[in-house]
């Protein structure tokens, strides 16, 4: 399949979401008017029952009245089912926005930008037009912390990485699964307050079951209260006496009610977001998985007795329950007969006995799901991108490498090989030859690489490994440091890696750019050949054209690339292809005069 079939593809779904959601307008005004007409016939019967009662009226009103509840619960059922079918259309209207290089309306992840991360910051993982946007179509907080984790601590385990392989190969043609997914999550906005809110209540210890008092209490005093109640229906007990056990139950919520009020207020704000995880571990219950990290996942939301997703139930069943007391005529009467609000109380506690240490664990399946299928739809929409192979041995080995953020149309792709350990490729070229692009190409496809993703080549072998990267050096004024010291900084924390013995895979754009030139030359050479004595791996990018000598002396070592640059007379033309030895070719003083800095 090629993008022109996806974006085909995409905009068949369209079309299809697009006549279901006309078809559930047109029931939606035909239940409308039903619940109308239905209710209207109920009240009017009701009201002539007044005038004189019969059975006809009465059984005529409770059947109309039956059947304007009906209307009334599937009227909400369609409307549900509508904001599904939208939620839908925009996913698939939005992804061919991606198919033609717009993603900008995906939250771009700059809440984790961090200058002082080893490589994400110069590599743009996160920001505007960033990796994390493009990638991202995350539907819960947890599912997007949790992409930004990874992205930003590499998975050394050779297992883990393949496991995930399979796992984003099993849901990359589950398109159908995956949207139906994603369309229930984004059915409800989640606030990062939600969740702190539902980790509250679970981190709360529970407090009504363990005092045999209040387990007493709600046997006894409903048992007296509706007993004196039956009693004085039938004449045989005097009302006073249902009244002092109704108020005494009435006294003890009023006791309980700030601990109540904030308990309820707690799980009722939580409870969409709960309504939404239940229907998402719906979707995980009665998917038959193939790989094996997907079925890890599926067992971990199963209890010994019954599902996750029914567990869930009961307390949203709990939940929706305790909620009645809001409406006070209600919320009174059940306090007065049945002290609802510490049965509520009760239930909540003895539920979140027996699954609260599950709850955490369910909400972590729901992030690893989420995150898999952003990963499967960045599979989907690129089919010509590939999982690549980990090697013990082989350091880096590419074909048709390209950055996975260039458009197909304009990227331009190069083979590219790291074979052994202490290897350094030093890449010179004109500006905008594509120096810095090509070290960001590296760096983007080994984070994909190592997060089990698939990467932008037609070959791709690597060897697990750390990164670092020293490209955007940025001074701080908070910090009083200046550029050339921030820099440095960076420079002593690559050698102290490499003294540390860990294997990390370098990227170096321009060394010493903060400081004069001759003294540039010469402290980037002896940085250079310290990196080839602690057997550093990496490659390193520069306009320094005497660190190519470095060849020379250390022909194991170091390997010269280059981007060419084209120059015929007044013309530019850059072909961004990685070529062997030194660039011939410098253009900045050609740039200037053709953008009337200076004239000839």
Same mark, same amino acid.
């Given at each position: 399949m090629g993008i022109a079939d996806i974006e085909k !593809?995409?905009?068949?779904?369209? @079309?299809?979401?697009?006549?279901?959601?006309?078809?559930? /307008?047109?029931?939606?005004?035909? #239940? =409308?008017?039903? *619940?109308?007409? =239905?209710?209207?016939?109920?009240?009017?019967?009701?009201?002539?029952?007044?005038?004189?009662?019969?059975?006809?009226?009465?059984?005529?009103?409770?059947?109309?009245?039956?059947?304007?509840?009906?209307?009334?619960?599937?009227?909400?059922?369609?409307?549900?089912?509508?904001?599904?079918?939208?939620?839908?259309?925009?996913? $698939?209207?939005?992804?061919?926005?991606?198919?033609?290089?717009?993603?900008?309306?995906?939250?771009?992840?700059?809440?984790?930008?961090?200058?002082? @991360? %080893?490589? =994400?910051?110069?590599?743009?993982?996160?920001?505007?037009? +960033?990796?994390?946007?493009?990638?991202?179509?995350?539907?819960?907080?947890?599912? *997007?912390?949790?992409?930004?984790?990874?992205?930003?601590?590499?998975? #050394? $385990?050779?297992?883990?990485?393949?496991n995930r392989h399979e796992a984003v190969q099993e849901l990359t043609p589950e398109i159908e699964w995956r949207q139906n997914v994603m369309a229930t999550g984004y059915s409800t906005p989640i606030s990062v307050d939600d969740n702190k809110k539902i980790q509250y209540w679970i981190d709360k210890p529970v407090y009504f079951i363990n005092k045999i008092f209040y387990k007493v209490l709600l046997i006894f005093l409903p048992t007296i209260t509706i007993t004196f109640l039956f009693l004085l229906i039938f004449g045989i007990s005097h009302y006073s006496w249902f009244a002092l056990f109704a108020l005494a139950q009435l006294f003890i919520a009023s006791f309980l009610i700030r601990k109540t009020n904030k308990e309820q207020r707690v799980v009722s704000e939580g409870l969409r977001t709960l309504k939404k995880y239940s229907k998402i571990l719906k979707f995980i219950e009665e998917k038959r998985f193939d790989s094996k990290l997907l079925n890890n996942l599926k067992t971990e939301i199963k209890t010994e007795d019954e599902s996750a997703g029914n567990a869930f139930k009961k307390l949203i069943k709990i939940i929706d329950a305790f909620d009645t007391r809001l409406n006070i005529f209600l919320g009174v009467i059940l306090n007065a007969t049945l002290m609802w609000d510490l049965y509520s109380m009760i239930r909540l506690e003895l539920w979140?006995?027996?699954?609260?240490?599950?709850?955490?664990?369910?909400?972590?399946?729901?992030?690893?799901?989420?995150?898999? /299928? =952003?990963?499967? !739809?960045?599979?989907?929409? !690129?089919?010509?991108?590939?999982?690549?192979?980990? +090697?013990? &041995?082989?350091?880096?080995?590419?074909?048709?490498?390209? @950055? %996975?953020?260039? %458009?197909?149309?304009?990227?331009?792709?190069?083979?590219?090989?790291?074979?052994? +350990?202490?290897?350094?490729?030093?890449?010179?070229?004109?500006?905008?030859?594509?120096?810095?692009?090509?070290?960001?190409?590296?760096?983007? $496809?080994?984070?994909?690489?190592?997060?089990?993703? %698939?990467? /932008?080549?037609?070959?791709? &072998?690597?060897?697990?490994?750390?990164?670092?990267?020293?490209? *955007?050096?940025?001074? +701080?004024?908070?910090?009083?440091?200046s550029y050339f010291y921030a820099e440095l900084k960076r420079l002593k924390h690559i050698i102290e890696k490499l003294k540390q013995k860990k294997l990390s895979f370098i990227l170096l754009d321009e060394i010493l750019k903060g400081t004069n030139s001759v003294d540039k030359a010469k402290g980037s050479w002896k940085f250079v050949e310290h990196l080839t004595e602690l057997k550093a791996t990496g490659v390193i990018a520069t306009h320094d054209l005497t660190l190519c000598d470095l060849e020379t002396k250390y022909p194991e070592n170091i390997i010269n690339k280059c981007f060419e640059v084209q120059i015929d007379k007044n013309k530019i033309k850059f072909d961004y292809k990685l070529h062997s030895g030194v660039t011939q070719n410098m253009n900045a003083s050609l740039l200037m005069q053709q953008m009337g800095i200076f004239s000839k």
């Open positions: !593809n995409y905009n068949e779904r369209i @079309h299809t979401f697009l006549k279901e959601e006309v078809k559930i /307008c047109k029931r939606l005004t035909i #239940l =409308s008017f039903l *619940r109308f007409f =239905s209710f209207i016939i109920a009240i009017a019967l009701f009201v002539l029952l007044f005038k004189e009662i019969t059975l006809l009226k009465f059984s005529g009103g409770i059947a109309f009245l039956v059947l304007f509840i009906i209307f009334v619960v599937r009227y909400f059922k369609q409307t549900d089912l509508l904001n599904h079918y939208k939620n839908l259309i925009k996913i $698939n209207s939005e992804e061919k926005e991606v198919i033609n290089n717009n993603y900008s309306f995906f939250n771009d992840g700059a809440d984790y930008i961090n200058r002082d @991360h %080893p490589y =994400s910051y110069d590599l743009d993982v996160f920001g505007k037009g +960033s990796l994390f946007q493009y990638l991202n179509r995350t539907f819960t907080i947890v599912g *997007r912390d949790l992409l930004a984790n990874r992205l930003l601590n590499l998975d #050394l $385990n050779k297992q883990d990485v393949e979140k006995r027996k699954y609260g240490s599950n709850l955490k664990k369910w909400i972590k399946v729901i992030a690893e799901l989420d995150l898999f /299928c =952003s990963i499967a !739809n960045f599979k989907y929409n !690129n089919p010509d991108f590939i999982f690549p192979e980990i +090697s013990d &041995k082989t350091i880096f080995r590419s074909s048709e490498l390209g @950055h %996975p953020l260039i %458009p197909y149309k304009n990227r331009v792709n190069n083979d590219f090989n790291l074979n052994k +350990s202490g290897e350094i490729v030093i890449i010179t070229g004109a500006n905008m030859a594509g120096k810095s692009t090509f070290l960001r190409t590296i760096g983007v $496809n080994l984070i994909l690489a190592m997060n089990g993703m %698939p990467v /932008c080549a037609s070959d791709f &072998k690597f060897r697990l490994t750390e990164i670092f990267s020293g490209m *955007r050096t940025a001074d +701080s004024l908070k910090e009083n440091e």
